[in-house]
Nanobody
Framework: QVQLVESGGGLVQAGGSLRLSCAAS????????MGWYRQAPGKQRELVAD???????NYADSVKGRFTISRDNAKNTVYLQMNSLKPEDTAVYYC??????????????WGKGTLVTVSS
């Protein structure tokens, strides 16, 4: 079994910054892509950003230039630095990891989510 534990959410004023972290642990051989998704009230979950094990980055248009995703492969951890936050960034942010387990299966895992609230 694999666990993803997010941290770093909270309340911030518009224009402020937050840094999210997500650490993966458990029966991990390696991790392909890691990413962040978000779900605002009444909306579908959407991709915010992801990063491959080789460092290829992908961002939603709405966060380009404001958010930066990075990862520490040695720690199985992914980060999301969020700057110039806007009220429309308010959502529950979920960590995702495509894990190759120690029994050679590929499984998509999700964290429980961390709430980010941006006040105007």
């Amino acid at each position: 079994q694999v666990q993803l534990v997010e941290s770093g959410g909270g309340l911030v004023q518009a224009g402020g910054s937050l840094r999210l972290s997500c650490a993966a642990s458990g029966s991990i051989f390696s991790i392909n892509a890691m990413g962040w998704y978000r779900q605002a009230p009444g909306k579908q979950r959407e991709l915010v950003a992801d990063i491959t094990s080789g460092g290829i980055l992908n961002y939603a248009d709405s966060v380009k230039g404001r958010f930066t995703i990075s990862r520490d492969n040695a720690k199985n951890t992914v980060y999301l630095q969020m700057n110039s936050l806007k009220p429309e960034d308010t959502a529950v942010y979920y960590c995702n990891a495509e894990v190759i387990t120690q029994v050679a299966t590929i499984v998509d895992y999700w964290g429980k989510g961390t709430l980010v609230t941006v006040s105007s």
